[in-house]
């Protein structure tokens, strides 16, 4: 299927699971009313599912070019389909969807027209409405809605991930490479914040108004079609616990972040002294209080060792419960 | 469910929208999956100034009427469904939406006989509470509502008094006063774009303008202090002495219990 116009961005859409087709017919629908719906390519990456021939026509009836990416290996593949479809992405333009979700209808515009506009950014975080939905007699009922992931804030940001993989829209250009190894491959939970924990603090990103909603996604009563809380999570976290650390140890005590050419993780830094909590602090008390607040969470080795190290002074036992509200 | 032909008219008031958007509607409707016996009929009546001549080359379906300026929404549908005699159901479109393909079909099947029929707006749905199993709503939403020729006859229509905003409230809420249903149709999805509406200056003084015609039609005094009070504070003085002087003349409906006026805009519970 070719588009008149030449595409501008690519939108992966994963799909892991045959309930999906169900669901896509919504997905498409929306982008083929997307105002740059004519730019777009939609990259359907398949792990272990042979259904080009149920998803083409669909996206014949709106429109859409399409293209597909597949895999045959075992296990969890959607970190190494995220990985691939960055590789393989032919279009300046980047986007990730999940197979039910609901992009807005300007999101990707408004987004590209700022990554234009700012030669230097590379990617745009913007915000994504939750909700909680069933899915019966072939709809979903919206039933409430559970929260608004957004923030202007990095230092919230590495705390809360309050950006989902729909988020995002990211320049590729010659970046292509470097970016696809910000997605660690063997997580299968939380590979989301991995990755823009990586792609934060090694490239420069604006984080979009509040106003500009990126899109919809949905939590089912059902709970089959959510992802559970597991073992695989609660690794996945701890290595995220583990990168902030280094993160912090890196940046912070060594003052590097100063040097640093994002000036959006610069700005976190000056909103964060600017937080009740933190005030009368010094740079070396940020990384106290951060370090305990993470030991306090986590049994991690690493995390513990850093805390003992830069927590040992006891005028500062107060400052843990700064963090319990939290 | 029926035995005789439908014909569907679908009214479009256009206002200042460009190529694209409308382009995008019209194609939207041509692609309808309909049922048998079911054909339909396009109107656009322009709200404004803008020329739309190109419509009557590019789209030889589409009838296009004559513009009288800004007449207000309600009035402008209202005069599209006067326009004929034929139609057996009526869908007021707004022209920057997407009809889904099977949307006027699905609008179609939920069609009892006595209810007004929204479609269900994406991406950004309406918070108001429906009934998950019965699908009926307290209101119907205007941007794309179907309505029957006998409950057209029996309502009038629009309230002309409306120019924008909360018309489709008051038409639901006489509907339902009558012992008529309104229901939303969830698979009949209709993509509007209402993201841009936060940026227009003038909304919430437009938006509280019609609520107050609508508390004071409805004789809630209470909705009528709280959006009196507001529209004062956001209207200049002059104007806002010119709508309070226009209310007297605007008939008063009769006692109901439809009404709500709780959640603010929800206009009754809201889902979130």
New interface residues.
């Given amino acids: 299927m070719v588009n008149k116009n030449k595409p501008k961005l690519t939108v992966a859409v994963r799909i892991h699971n045959i309930q999906c087709i169900e669901f896509l017919d ?1 997905l498409l ?2 982008l ?2 997307n ?1 740059i719906s004519e730019q777009i390519v939609v990259l359907f990456c398949l792990q272990r599912l042979n259904i080009e021939d149920e998803i083409k026509p669909l996206c014949s ?1 709106y429109e859409l070019a399409c293209q597909f990416l597949h895999t045959e290996a075992p296990g969890d593949q959607r970190s190494a389909l995220m990985k691939r479809a960055i590789q393989e992405c032919h279009t300046k333009y980047f986007s990730f969807l999940d197979y039910d979700d ?5 999101g990707y515009h408004k987004s590209i027209s700022i990554l234009e506009s700012s030669p230097e950014l590379v990617a745009t975080l913007g915000r994504i409405d939750a909700y909680t939905a ?1 899915w ?10 559970k929260n608004t992931y957004y923030t202007p804030l990095l230092h919230d940001y590495l705390f809360t991930n309050p950006f989902p993989i729909h988020a995002c829209v990211l320049k590729l250009e010659q970046k292509k490479e470097c970016i696809a190894n910000y997605v660690d491959e063997k997580l299968s939970r939380l590979e989301d914040y991995w990755f823009f924990l990586n792609l934060v603090t090694n490239q420069p990103c604006e984080i979009l108004p509040k ?3 990126m ?2 996604y949905f939590l089912y009563d059902d709970e089959d079609l959510n992802t559970p809380i597991d073992m695989e999570w609660k690794a996945a976290r701890e290595k995220i616990k583990e990168k902030l650390t280094q993160l912090f140890l890196k940046y912070i005590e060594n003052q590097e972040y100063t040097k640093l050419p994002d000036k959006t993780y610069r700005r976190f830094f000056r909103k964060l002294r600017k937080k009740p909590a933190w005030k009368m602090t010094t740079t070396n008390l940020r990384v106290r209080l951060t370090l305990r607040y993470l030991a306090s969470l986590t049994t991690s080795p690493l995390i513990t060792k850093a805390s003992n190290r830069l927590c040992s002074s006891a005028k500062h036992s107060n400052c843990h419960a700064h963090f319990s509200v939290k | 469910m029926y035995d005789t032909k439908i014909k569907i008219l679908i009214g479009i008031v256009a206002y200042k929208n460009t190529r694209k958007e409308l382009e ?1 509607s019209l194609n ?1 409707i041509l692609k309808q999956e309909l049922p048998n016996k079911t054909t339909i009929e396009i109107h656009v009546l322009p709200n404004c100034s803008t020329d739309y001549t190109w419509l009557n080359t590019s789209y030889s379906e589409v009838q296009i009427h004559k513009s009288q300026g800004n007449i207000g929404f309600g009035s402008a549908h209202n005069r599209l469904m006067g326009s004929s005699s034929q139609w057996t159901h009526y869908i007021a479109l707004n022209p920057d ?2 009809l ?2 099977n949307a006027v079909n699905q609008m179609l099947c939920c069609d009892d006989g006595c209810s007004l029929i929204e479609a ?1 707006q ?4 309406h ?1 108001k509470y429906y009934n ?1 199993s019965t699908y009926e709503v307290e209101w119907c939403s205007g941007a794309c509502l179907m309505l029957r020729r006998d409950i057209y006859k029996e309502t009038g229509g629009f309230d002309d008094d409306f120019f924008m905003y909360c018309e489709d409230i008051d038409l639901s809420w006489r509907w339902r006063s009558t012992g008529g249903k309104c229901r939303i149709a ?2 009949a ?1 209709f ?1 509007h ?1 209402v ?2 509406n ?1 940026a227009r200056s003038n909304l919430k003084e437009r938006m509280h303008t019609s609520a107050l015609i609508l508390a004071h039609k409805w004789n809630n005094t209470t909705a009528y202090l709280k959006y009196a009070k507001k529209l004062k504070e956001m209207a200049d003085a002059s104007k806002f002495d010119d709508l309070i002087k226009t209310l007297a003349n605007i008939p008063k409906n009769k006692a109901s219990t439809v009404p709500k006026f709780e959640n603010g805009f929800y206009f009754g519970d809201g ?2």
């Fill in positions: 919504e629908f929306t083929s009313a105002k009836k609901i992009p807005s209808l300007q069933t019966q007699n072939h709809s979903r009922l919206i039933t409430g809605k106003e500009i909603l899109g919809n | 995008g939207a939406g997407t889904h393909p269900r994406i991406p950004l749905e918070p998950p969830p698979r999805l993509a774009d993201e841009s936060d889902r979130w």
